[in-house]
């Protein structure tokens, strides 16, 4: 099974506000509220934002939000921060019994 | 304080076999699923198997069918990943990886991770 779709590399400013998309298809994104997005800054590893498409765990400020749209996922972040910099990765359950990854996104915060 | 500590990475020549451990604490390891993921230097994340609370169902990818297999032993509050016929492209920081609280089951997210074990496919 092919890997989600992303794109490569999303940026900001301070303050402002972006959107990640994670595009997928009918046997995956499109069948389930099973969608993850996870944040990774260099060297660590990743840490889960949001889980069944717009869930927070415990201690994720409300700043990031999940959303979802047929086979497309997408994950906001408003009011950007430097810390926020670093990779983004999107997951879903599939029709396969299996979980999938998006390929990741590079946010750089200008 | 929930953790995960992983164990059984190094280096191992192509065709090989290698075993990793994760040891479980700070929650009732036996009723959450548990997967491990993957992620090949500088590369993205890769799930490459998983197995319910009780051991009796797992799955895994194509990518590690036949090759790899995921087990536990709720008495030892520890997860396995054998890891047979071991390939160059196998290389990769190797996670286990815990659902959130309130997911036993999974909600195929994976909240807490461990440090994770470096797996070195080469001749």
């Known amino acids: 099974q092919s890997a989600l779709t992303q794109p490569p590399s999303v940026s900001g400013s301070p303050g402002q506000s972006v959107t990640i998309s994670c595009t997928g298809t009918?046997?995956?994104?499109?069948?389930?509220?099973?969608v993850s997005w996870y944040h990774q800054p260099p060297g660590t590893a990743p840490k889960l934002m949001i889980y069944?498409?717009?869930s927070r765990p415990s201690g994720v400020p409300d700043r990031f939000s999940g959303s979802k749209s047929g086979n497309t996922a997408s994950l906001t972040i408003s009011g950007l921060q430097a810390e926020d910099e670093a990779d983004y990765y999107c997951?879903?359950?599939?029709?396969?019994?299996?979980?999938?990854f998006g390929g990741g996104t590079k946010l750089t915060v200008l | 304080e929930v953790q995960l500590l992983e164990s059984g990475g190094g280096l191992v020549q192509p065709g090989g076999s290698l075993r990793l451990s994760c040891a479980a604490s700070?929650?009732?390891?036996?009723?959450?699923?548990m997967s491990w993921v993957r992620q090949a230097p500088g590369k993205g994340l890769e799930w490459v198997s998983g197995?319910?609370?009780?051991?009796?169902?797992?799955n895994k990818p194509d990518s590690v069918k036949g090759r790899f297999t995921i087990s536990r032993d709720n008495s030892k509050n520890t997860l396995y990943l054998q890891m047979n016929s071991l390939r160059a492209e196998d290389t990769a920081v190797y996670y286990c990886?815990?659902?959130?609280?309130?997911?036993?089951?999974?909600?195929?997210?994976?909240?807490?991770w461990g440090q994770g074990t470096m797996v070195t496919v080469s001749s």
């Open positions: 069944e498409v717009s």
């Open positions: 990886v815990k659902p959130p609280t309130g997911c036993p089951s999974g909600c195929a997210a994976f909240h807490i």
């Open positions: 700070g929650f009732i390891f036996s009723t959450y699923s």
């Open positions: 997951s879903s359950y599939t029709t396969s019994n299996t979980v999938i």
């Open positions: 197995i319910s609370g009780s051991g009796g169902y797992t």
């Open positions: 009918s046997s995956d994104i499109g069948s389930y509220d099973r």
